[in-house]
């Protein structure tokens, strides 16, 4: 079964950094859409931001522009999001997903992503 893998959440402080990678398991990430979304206590899922399978990166989330960027390593099979400047207010579990095979472009509704990963618990407090 296809499975996405996320790691590097942790907690860290206002102001600190994080890198989250999503990795591929039995599939390549290249053939797919990956996008990052995230989830805070008592909310919706929500989207973050996204990579094509062209490398053209999609904001969803207005307040994380020039603060979180998005890459991928297609020779080690991850995507990363790089998180800088963070704030209490990104304190959420964060999800990568990868949308179906064949479609290039991002979305902001994950219910457009068909494979997901465990989730990374990422905590912003001092």
């Known amino acids: 079964q296809l499975q996405l893998v996320e790691s590097g959440g942790g907690l860290v402080q206002p102001g600190g950094s994080l890198r989250l990678s999503c990795a591929g398991s039995?599939?390549?990430?290249?053939?797919?859409?990956i996008g990052w979304f995230r989830q805070a206590p008592g909310k919706e899922r929500e989207a973050v931001l996204c990579i094509s399978r062209s490398a053209s990166t999609t904001y969803y989330d207005g307040s994380v522009e020039g603060r979180f960027t998005i890459s991928r390593d297609d020779a080690k099979n991850t995507v990363y999001l790089q998180m800088n400047s963070l704030k209490a207010e990104d304190t959420a579990v964060y999800y990568c997903?990868?949308?179906?095979?064949?479609?290039?472009?991002?979305?902001?509704?994950?219910?457009?992503?068909?494979?997901w990963g465990q989730g990374t618990q990422v905590t912003v407090s001092s």
């Open positions: 997903g990868a949308r179906p095979h064949g479609y290039r472009d991002c979305s902001g509704f994950w219910r457009e992503y068909d494979y």
């Open positions: 039995k599939f390549t990430l290249d053939s797919y859409a």
